[in-house]
Each structure stands twice: as structure tokens, then as C-alpha cells.
């Protein structure tokens, strides 16, 4: 029995050290992926998938593979941030932002690069089935979105170094991701598609800006130059302030001009988060606190998307 016992013990214990072991082999992962970023990639979908159900084209299948799709492709974005930033000597010591694991020497820059291409790969082969269903334009879309994920700071001319990076988010976080997620589904695109585009990519866009004002004195030291480094911290506030209020600007649009009823004016309810984040970046001085505020604003654009989806649907 003693024996017996001290077996099951054991096992026990071993298993809670397997369990250890597994958490702290993901822990960089998780990490490096940066899960506050996440909406960015998932509030495009939930948007352009209310929108397609609303015309009556909503393809269920379809639009769990574009969510896969764009989740997959802003983790691999982010893996190939963290590697080509450390390879950049972006990453200096004193920065204000989350740990960077390959600067950091918790994961190698061959394992990040090996993870950043089996993330785009697995995209990828969520992938077929919509290139299957929506053809080539979908084939264009997938392709320019991985292309741009690594060129954001990889490549010979890292676009988020010459500062294009608010303008590519805006385009493939907002553009790519709210029209592609209706084309695959309804087979073709609507006004509205293309008008919601417009609060989602300002409110992505509105997330990198964020990130951009509180490394502004570190990047302007390695040489990264962001829309904020070339602009100035005022000028950078501002545009956040104008990416917020274009969002809130466009529901009358949908209510009066597309006829979807008042009910899509919901999100306004978000509006007071808005404005406290608006005034917080513009007064608080970059440091820790910028990163709550970073994650105060994709929590703002995960239930404007929320509300403005449950607004559509009603």
C-alpha cells in the first residue's frame, strides 16, 4: 500500500511537471504573439461577417477560416516584428514596450523564424478553402497580407521604418480584411462593405499609434522612422484623436445614408472610453502606462465592432 502510494504520488508530481514544463515552453510564444493585439485582426471579420448576414449571404464556414486566416496572419506579423526589430537593434535596452523574446534571448531568432513561417503556413492552408470558394482575389488578398506582415519591418525597405506602417494597417487591417471577409462570403461586395472598412482600419490604425508614441524616443534613436517620429508627439496625438472620431463619424453615415437604422448606432455607447483614451495619450508621457493605454484601444475597437455587428444584425 506504502508503495503503491508513493507510485500514485509520483505520477502526480510528475505530471504537474510536464504541465509546468508545456506552460513554460509556450510562455514565449504566447508571448511574442502579443495577444492585446489580437482584435485587430478578429474585429474586421466579426464586422464584415454581420454585414454579409445581414444581406443574407452569410457563408458560416467561410467566415470561421478568414477569422483563422487573420488571426494567424497578425501572430506571424507579430513573430516577424519581434525577429526583424531584434536583427534591426530596434529592441534597445530601456524600451517601454512588452518583453521582446528573441532581444530578450528567450526564444532564437531560428525558432522565431521557423514559428513565423509555420504560423503563415497554417494561414495558408486556411487559405484554400476560401481561394476555393472566392478565386483569385482572395489569392491576391492572402498573398499581399503575409507580404506585408513581413515587410512591416523585414526586408530591404522595412515599411514600418519609412513611416507607411499606419497606412498599410489601415489598408490590410481595414480595406483587405473587412472587404475580403464579405467577397468570400456573399461572392461579391457592397457599399456598405467598403464604408465599414473605414472605422475599422482608423481604429487599427488608431492601436499602432499608440504603440508608435510611446517608443517615439527609442525609434528615433535606432533610426526607425515612424509617422510619429517624423511627425512629432503633438502631430501623432492628434491623428489618434482624428482616427477615433472618424469611426464615430461614419454611423450616421450607415444609419442615414446606407439605411441600416438606428440601431447601428450603438457603438456610440464606447464613445466616453474614446474620448478618456484620446485625452490620456495626449497628456500621460510615454512610458508603462502606454501600454495600458495600447490595450485600452483594441479593447475600444473589439466592442465598437461588437456593438456596430449586433447593430447590423438588429
Same mark, same amino acid.
Given at each position: ?8 504520488i509520483s505520477e502526480r508530481a ?6 509546468? &514544463? ?13 495577444? #492585446? ?27 470561421? %477560416? ?13 513573430? *516577424?516584428?519581434?525577429?526583424?526589430? $531584434?536583427?534591426?537593434?530596434? &529592441?534597445?535596452?530601456?524600451?517601454? /514596450? ?7 534571448? %528567450?526564444?532564437?531568432? +531560428? ?37 506585408? =506582415?513581413?515587410?512591416?519591418? /523585414? ?6 521604418? $519609412?513611416?507607411?506602417? &499606419? ?9 483587405? =480584411? ?14 456598405? =462593405?467598403? *464604408? ?11 492601436? %499602432? ?9 527609442? &525609434? #528615433?534613436?535606432?533610426?526607425? #522612422? ?6 512629432? +508627439? ?7 484623436? %482624428? ?30 472610453? =474614446?474620448?478618456?483614451?484620446? +485625452? ?11 501600454? +495600458? ?15 456596430f455587428a449586433v447593430g447590423v444584425?438588429?
Amino acid at each position: 500500500m506504502g508503495e503503491r502510494a508513493g507510485e500514485q504520488i509520483s505520477e502526480r508530481a510528475n505530471q504537474r511537471g510536464n504541465g509546468r &514544463d508545456w506552460r513554460r515552453l509556450l510562455r514565449p510564444w504566447v508571448l511574442a504573439s502579443r495577444p #492585446r493585439t489580437l482584435p485587430a485582426a478578429a474585429a474586421p471579420v466579426v464586422v464584415a461577417t454581420a454585414l454579409a448576414a445581414r444581406a443574407g449571404a452569410l457563408h458560416l464556414t467561410s467566415a470561421c %477560416l478568414a477569422l483563422c486566416a487573420a488571426l494567424l496572419i497578425q501572430i506571424g506579423a507579430n513573430y *516577424a516584428n519581434d525577429l526583424y526589430d $531584434h536583427e534591426r537593434g530596434a &529592441d534597445v535596452p530601456g524600451r517601454l /514596450g512588452p518583453t521582446r523574446v528573441t532581444s530578450a534571448g %528567450l526564444l532564437s531568432p +531560428r525558432a522565431v523564424r521557423l514559428g513565423m513561417g509555420v504560423v503563415f503556413g497554417l494561414a495558408g492552408v486556411c487559405g484554400l478553402y476560401l481561394i476555393a470558394r472566392g478565386g483569385w482575389p482572395i489569392v491576391v488578398i492572402g498573398l499581399a497580407s503575409i507580404a506585408a =506582415a513581413v515587410i512591416y519591418t /523585414g526586408g530591404p525597405f522595412p515599411i514600418g521604418y $519609412h513611416g507607411l506602417g &499606419d497606412l498599410f494597417a489601415f489598408l490590410f487591417f481595414g480595406v483587405a =480584411a473587412v472587404v475580403g471577409t464579405y467577397y468570400v462570403q456573399a461572392l461579391t461586395v457592397s457599399l456598405a =462593405a467598403w *464604408a465599414a472598412a473605414l472605422p475599422m482600419g482608423a481604429l487599427v490604425t488608431a492601436i %499602432l499609434v499608440v504603440n508608435n508614441v510611446r517608443d517615439l524616443e527609442t &525609434d #528615433r534613436a535606432v533610426g526607425k #522612422r515612424t509617422l510619429a517620429v517624423i511627425l512629432g +508627439r503633438k502631430a501623432a496625438c492628434v491623428e489618434y484623436a %482624428l482616427l477615433l472620431a472618424v469611426a464615430y463619424l461614419m454611423l450616421p453615415v450607415f444609419w442615414l445614408g446606407l439605411g441600416m437604422g438606428p440601431w447601428v448606432l450603438l457603438p456610440i455607447v464606447t464613445a466616453p472610453q =474614446a474620448i478618456r483614451l484620446a +485625452r490620456a495619450v495626449y497628456l500621460e508621457r510615454p512610458g508603462p502606462v502606454f501600454n +495600458r493605454l495600447l490595450a485600452g484601444t483594441a479593447q475600444l475597437l473589439l466592442w465598437y465592432a461588437i456593438l456596430f455587428a449586433v447593430g447590423v444584425l438588429l
